[in-house]
């Protein structure tokens, strides 16, 4: 069990709050969920052919509620009492947008909620699409090319159709560069065979990411020192209130979570010796 594993973690009777814009309803959305065999963090896109394979599941952290409602008719809600992944029961498969609300319970704390979108379009011709998400507009979406080719985008308000020559094997088109403005909306692009959707969505000013933590090291174990804003860590399903904890040397974990009050997540999966962090 996780408890033998975690040597300590800070500990207070005034839990730590987070003084930052609350997450929700300000374009950040925070949720973890699982979905066509990909894990997210607030936002995620599925291309799927069979419901089968949507296997949708949304992280509850500590206890509280879930409430899952999407532009398709399909609602869900369900009360949960510990850190698990909730599994969601859609039987039918649509293009659709889903959206889910956690409220997470914490005894005499306020805590904000968050919310995580998921959209799922359907393959009706067979041919593959690429699913991509990109949180911020200011990066580029890059095709593999060993040719000069016309690239199309349509969607988002904008309509480009370009030929463009590759360098170094790619080209690259930035969101900046085909004028992008909404905050949220899906582009429609193609590059010969090769068609994607890509999901972009941009915060409301005010609103910033949670910082990574400190990782510490010696023979014996690794400890891990959140800022000073986190309420909760959890350890795969196990919960620790404060900002730190520690591991002994080659403990067996997958993944971390940092919480705030204000809904700032931070997400880190234990790759060997490290931690990748997303957010």
Known sequence: ???????????????????????FGLNYPSVEFLACGERFVGV???????????KLKILGLHKGSIIVTSTCGYNF???????????????????CWYSFMVQVLVDGVLVHPIDGHLWVTTEDDGRTFVSKYQREYDQVIQFVADRPTIVTFIGCGIKYHKLRIPEDGNISVSTYEVNVKEKKCILFGQFDSEMVY???????????TLPEPTVKRNMFSTSVYADGSVLMIAVDN????????????????EYIRLFTTSGRVLVGKKTGDDIIWMN
């Open 44 to 54: 995620g896109i599925c291309a799927l052919k069979n419901i089968s394979d949507l």
């Open 77 to 95: 809600s369900v009360m949960y009492s510990k850190t698990e992944e909730i599994n969601i029961p859609i039987e039918k498969l649509k293009t």
């Open 198 to 208: 890509w999901l972009l969505w941009r915060h409301e000013k005010g609103t910033s």
């Open 238 to 253: 196990e919960v620790k209130f404060g900002n730190s904890v520690t591991f002994w040397f080659k403990s067996k974990w």
């Open 1 to 23: 069990m996780l408890t033998a594993l975690l040597l300590f973690g800070c500990m207070t009777s005034n839990h730590n709050k987070d003084h930052t814009l609350p997450t």
